[in-house]
């Protein structure tokens, strides 16, 4: 069954319908324009969100930043970022395969529907204009049959008249006779016409109009059937991406089950440990014998706890009782040497000696009083030293160690450049046309200033870390060679060969590490890495690897972008972190 065989006579309803089913096309695609807005704002909205609440923004070295609860809601964060990510990719998906694609197929489809409307309507308008002829045919065919009649029977009147002339009755037959010729030769192009129109008619119906009205139901039906497919594509635009905004869910489901709240208690105490002893019981002094005070230093006992900042340590202050804003500069390191084991019963105390009642009241009332007021006055900012020594004893030594670990940085960085110019001037006193070598005499010269500074200030460092109890594992810097014993030597710069127990840190080119590996005993490994590039491992301290070597992980990247490994038979050394792909023992 088909348009032109059973509404052969419907054209106005078949015009209407493919234009209603064109309008549902435009309408469709309005929709998901709209859709797509949505999404994008959607997405937008999103994305600020995550960045309205992306702690990122605060300093690198915020303290937070360590706490699980805090690194997995900047997973959150990320997982919905990326979320928003992929409803941008949902509107622009259905933007390019639905919107410009049916709005394109659209105008196509008006097109053509344009195209078969003409040819309907001149096949109309031929017809019409075949019936007009016909119609003008036969009413000439009436007109002169009607007048051949009256010429007729005027001639056989005339004939019949008496006193009619035989002229005037031979003129009577006389038209009567053309008349009737004419009328027959209206009958017969009347005939003429019927036949024509008859034959155009039935082209019309049954030729013409039918393939007419076949194209457009195929027009309409691959309209449908292109609407058919938006409708498809609507759903599995958003089904394509629909695994990854699982991915997306799961990373923030597994951010919640990355959140140890054990672990965020340990990181508070390492923040925060300040390393002072606990306070000691404080004695009993009896002052109903303050009379002999001054003749006896037994009587008062042995003050512990606090009461150990009077005597000959009461230029200390207690540093969680004590207001810091309130330091001078010669009280702020109180910790400048490690903190001697306490016995059993508490830190040990110094005696008061011979001081008289009234100055051990003064002394007590003095160190009473911040007590009260102690947790108030912790927020109040100290003058902050060079050393750290404002700091308790714990976080100093961390602070020290944070600070040589940059120093080494820094030093390791214009050791490099010190190596680079000084092959660079070799070069130019080679090949004088490349490059004069006075020309680095300034970048050499500050730089020698940079690596004194900068060794200065990590012996300096070294020596607070000793105080304070720090391990000082740094990297020491100097310049070596190997003699023909295979034995180390260190050069200055003039060449000559000094002792490598008392290296110049000023002269530096490569860096060798304190702990050699032949003198530590074999740790267990703590994971498994294969190597994505090969190394030659030419440096001091590096070991070589080829792509795809497996090796066994024995210590991790610190931050300076190297991990210690170690091969079957023994061999240990570094390689660049990002040259392997790791695996940690769980």
């Known amino acids: 069954m088909d348009w032109g065989t059973e509404l052969w006579d419907q054209y106005d309803i078949i015009e209407k319908h493919t234009q209603s089913g064109l309008e549902l096309v435009d309408k469709y695609v309005k929709f998901v324009k709209e859709r797509t807005e949505i999404e994008q704002n959607y997405a937008k ?3 600020n969100l995550s960045k309205k609440y992306n702690l990122k923004r605060s300093g690198k070295d915020e303290p ?3 706490f699980s609860s805090y690194q997995s ?4 964060l990320n997982e919905m970022n990326d979320y928003a990510g992929q409803r941008e990719l949902i509107a622009e998906n259905m933007m390019m395969n639905i919107c410009i694609d049916l709005t394109k197929y659209l105008q196509d489809l008006k097109q053509e529907r344009k195209t078969y ?8 308008q031929s017809l019409e204009s075949t019936y007009k002829q016909l119609d003008s045919s036969k009413k000439r065919f009436e007109r002169e049959w009607r007048e051949a009649e009256r010429t007729a029977q005027y001639a056989e009147k005339t004939d019949q008249d008496i006193n009619a002339t035989k002229a005037d009755v031979e003129k009577a037959k006389q038209q009567a006779h053309m008349r009737s010729q004419v009328a027959e030769e209206c009958k017969n192009d009347y005939a003429a016409q019927l036949q024509k129109y008859n034959k155009e008619q039935n082209q019309f119906y049954f030729n ?7 194209k457009l139901q195929d027009l309409d039906e691959r309209r449908v059937r292109k609407l058919a497919q938006g409708y498809i594509l609507f759903s599995d635009t958003e089904k394509h991406v629909m695994p990854i905004i699982g991915k997306c869910l799961e990373g923030i489901t597994k951010a919640g089950t990355n959140v140890n709240e054990r672990n965020d208690s340990m990181v508070v105490i390492e923040q925060n440990k300040s390393g002072f002893e606990r306070p000691g019981d404080v004695e009993f002094e009896d002052y109903s014998q303050g009379i002999n005070r001054a003749s006896s230093d037994s009587s008062l006992g042995t003050p512990k706890g606090p009461m150990e900042l009077l005597g000959k340590n009461r230029s200390k202050n207690f540093w969680l009782f004590s207001k810091k804003s309130k330091l001078s500069p010669a009280t702020l390191s109180p910790f400048s040497s490690p903190p ?3 016995p059993a019963n508490g830190p040990p105390s110094p005696k008061f000696g011979r001081d008289p009642l009234s100055y051990c009241l003064k002394e007590i009332n003095k160190t009473v009083k911040p007590r009260i007021s102690s947790f108030r006055t912790l927020r109040r900012s100290p003058t902050v030293t060079e050393d750290f020594a404002h700091l308790p004893p714990e976080q100093r030594r961390k602070r020290l160690q944070q600070k040589l670990e940059e120093i080494c940085r820094e030093l390791q960085k214009e050791v490099d450049q010190s190596e680079a110019l ?3 001037k070799d070069v130019y006193e080679k090949n004088p046309q490349m490059g004069d070598p006075a020309s680095l005499a300034s970048q050499i010269s500050q730089t020698s200033q940079n690596i004194e500074r900068l060794s200065g200030e990590l012996n300096k460092y070294e020596t607070w870390l000793a105080e304070a109890g720090g391990r000082g594992e740094t990297l020491r810097y100097k310049t070596h060679t190997f003699n023909n014993n295979g034995a180390h030597d260190v050069l200055g710069t003039d060449g000559a060969h000094s002792d490598e127990s008392a290296p110049d840190p000023s002269h530096a080119i490569y860096a060798e590490f304190d702990d050699d590996f032949e ?3 074999l740790t267990a490994p703590i994971g498994k890495c294969t190597a994505m590039y090969s190394f030659p491992g030419a440096s001091e301290g590096t070991i070589s690897m080829q792509e795809g070597e497996v090796l066994s992980v024995v210590e991790e990247d610190k931050g300076d972008g190297w991990t210690r490994v170690r091969r079957n038979n023994g061999d240990e050394g570094y390689i660049p972190s990002s040259y392997v792909t790791v695996n940690l023992n769980k």
Not at 117 to 122: C, N
Not at 208 to 214: E, H, Q, R, Y
């Open 340 to 342: 001697a084991p306490s």
């Open 73 to 76: 809601f900047l997973d959150v």
């Open 45 to 47: 909205q999103l994305r």
């Open 117 to 124: 409307l003409m040819e309907a309507k001149r096949a109309q």
């Open 519 to 521: 003198d530590e005993e």
């Open 208 to 214: 013409d109009m039918p393939l007419i009205f076949n």
């Open 64 to 66: 937070d930043c360590r």
């Open 422 to 424: 000084g092959k660079m």
